[in-house]
């Protein structure tokens, strides 16, 4: 399972107020929820900022829009009834950047996000395992939190990935894309000394 589609986000709204989230998403993305100013955002967006504030009023009101974008992109895909896994592969396709800098900000609506996108996962799994795509794992619950961690990193380190790949990004992605869906389709070791590894680490840390 890969979440390795970019994708602008697109909004047929070209409202002041379309712009203004669009610009937000991007420049929380690039810079995180402190670093993200609201007269950078206003700049990105070709507005001021006293338009930003008379739209949202805070930074916080700015940023639980987007998030508020994130969860009614997953809403909409799940109302069209798109399988859990591309549900999951769109949203991270999509809005990939923004989730991974949100989501290690911490707080309240990280925790949020992050939930939401566990119960996607969590949805994918039982339907892979009930129709035999996916194998049963002995944590069920785990293997949703990896899945979502596994489709979060290469956003978290989208820089680096960027430069070793020649300075392009969308490049960057595809370039691991066939070694990701290896890993997961073929597995990576011959053998289960991995597994037994991590299986003494789970009970050392119990």
Known sequence: MLYMRTAPVVDGDLTARARIVASALDRFAAHGYDGATMRDIAAHAGVSTALVTHHFGTKQALREECDARVVGFIAEKQDAAASPSDVLGEVLGTFGPYVARMLG???????????????????MIAEGSASGWLRASRDPDAQAAALVLLGVAPFLLLDRLTAWAGGDAGAALGRIAVPLAE??????????????AAGLAAEEAS
């Open 183 to 196: 890993l997961y389709t073929d597995g990576l070791t011959t053998d289960e000394r991995l597994l037994a």
């Open 105 to 123: 900000d911490g707080g309240a609506a990280s925790e949020a996000l992050f939930d939401r996108l566990l119960e996607v996962a969590r949805a």
